[in-house]
């Protein structure tokens, strides 16, 4: 079955170095991967969607990579700030999978 | 707009009793979906529906039923409770085509304690 897993383990940056979350997925090949961001008490937010064939994508301070061969997508927040912390999650699949999220706390 | 609502925020039930989760979206969005999340197993699709009329199961829908009569709402029902189903439980739309073409826009979570 289809498998997503992010690092569970809370990500401490200092403020102003870049944060650099994984999503590293199995079973699966998926032509489309979404990212989200999670505030505590709230719903989901979508930040980004990426697809097979565009290995980067940018907004703002955010970037995205989509490895097919890793099986892998990395998320990096550049020039963090102590608001950016929250935990993010990825997505993907046929009726849509959710990683577990990685908790981030960006020490000002 | 008022993007996706979810009502009640807060709900505590026996186990047995049934109840309605409500949910509506002002965006004129034909996808629309429920999940379910609980501490350290992520957010899980219960049930979608691509339009009005049109529904379908997710990954885990035992327990769960749906209807989707107009675009505009996507009712979450529980026929007999059971305290496996404490949880948050949210709502999203998306535009026609849905996942994972489109972002989903989600509601603030209804919290959820069958006792």
């Known amino acids: 079955s289809q498998k997503i897993e992010q690092n569970s383990e809370a990500l401490n940056i200092q403020e102003g170095k870049t944060a650099t979350l994984t999503c590293n997925y199995t079973?699966?090949?998926?032509?489309?991967l979404q990212w989200y961001r999670q505030d505590p008490g709230r719903g989901p937010v979508f930040l980004l969607l990426i697809r097979e064939n565009e290995k980067e994508k940018r907004k703002e301070r955010l970037k995205v990579t989509f490895d097919t061969t890793l099986k892998q997508s990395l998320f990096h927040i550049t020039a963090s700030q102590p608001a950016d912390s929250a935990t993010y999650l990825c997505a993907l699949g046929d009726k849509i999978i959710f990683g577990k999220g990685t908790r981030l706390h960006i020490l000002p | 707009n008022a993007g996706v609502t979810q009502t009640p925020k807060f709900q505590v039930l026996k186990t047995g009793q049934s109840m309605t989760l409500q949910c509506a979206q002002d965006?004129?969005?034909?996808?629309m979906s429920w999940y379910r999340q609980d501490p350290g197993m992520g957010l899980r699709l219960i049930h979608y529906?691509?339009?009005?009329?049109?529904?379908d199961q997710g990954e885990v829908p035992n327990g769960y039923n749906v209807s989707r009569s107009t675009t505009e709402d996507f009712p979450l029902r529980l026929l007999s409770a059971a305290p496996s189903q404490t949880s948050v439980y949210f709502c999203a739309s998306s535009r026609a085509g849905g996942w994972p073409y489109n972002e989903q826009f989600f509601g603030p979570g209804t919290r959820l304690t069958v006792l």
């Open positions: 529906s691509v339009g009005a009329g049109i529904t």
């Open positions: 965006m004129n969005h034909e996808y």
């Open positions: 079973n699966y090949s998926p032509a489309y």
